[in-house]
């Protein structure tokens, strides 16, 4: 029988990097819980769009709003998520979030099956200088199986109010 550790992640502890408004805490990755999930932190800051419209086609993400008001749009319906609300994104399903407040916002992501972690390790990487190139996030995101509407940021901006960084 295998031995279990023990581990526990003090507050503000993990890797961490930023994708304009939506910032990524790396907390619990795949390889410690056997490919079965992972969890991430996503802080928010105000009116932020997380993402364009997009969509996973291995994993389901599971959202625990730990503070504020999260907005998402899960095909073609808008639900509203606070303090302890749970809102649930599955595979193949479109959709996108955003912080639907004035103040900061956060959210605990578990994405399950694990892996999609790396793609926003590598998409951190890519974004250091700030800029969004589509011929870049592009062939990342095919290899997450993740698909992507960029064109559904200007709209998505001023039905809600937000702002994309």
């Known amino acids: 029988m295998a031995v279990i550790e023990t581990r526990v992640l003090k507050a503000g502890a993990g890797a961490f990097g930023r994708l ?8 619990i990755p795949g390889s410690d819980s ?3 999930f992972s969890l991430v932190e996503h802080p928010l800051a105000p009116r932020a769009l997380a993402a ?7 994993e389901d993400e599971y959202s625990v709003v730990r503070s504020g008001r999260v907005g998402a749009l899960l ?8 303090q302890g609300d749970v809102i649930w994104k599955p595979r193949g399903q479109w959709h996108t979030f955003w912080n639907a407040g004035d103040t900061d916002a956060s959210l605990l ?8 972690e790396k793609y926003f390790e590598e998409l951190i990487e890519v974004l250091k200088d700030g800029k969004r190139d589509p011929a870049v996030i592009g062939p990342i995101a095919s290899r997450y199986g993740l698909e992507l509407d960029p064109s ?11 702002r994309f960084e």
């Not at 304009?20 to 907390?27: E, I, N, Q």
């Not at 364009?52 to 291995?58: A, G, V, Y």
């Not at 095909?75 to 606070?82: E, R, S």
Request: glycine content about 20%.
């Open 20 to 27: 304009g408004g939506l910032g990524v805490r790396f907390m």
């Open 34 to 36: 056997d490919g079965g």
């Open 52 to 58: 364009p419209l997009h969509r996973h086609s291995r």
């Open 75 to 82: 095909g073609d319906d808008v639900v509203y998520g606070d």
């Open 109 to 116: 992501e578990i994405i399950s099956p694990a892996g999609f």
């Open 152 to 162: 559904s940021v200007p709209s998505l901006c001023e039905r809600f109010g937000l």
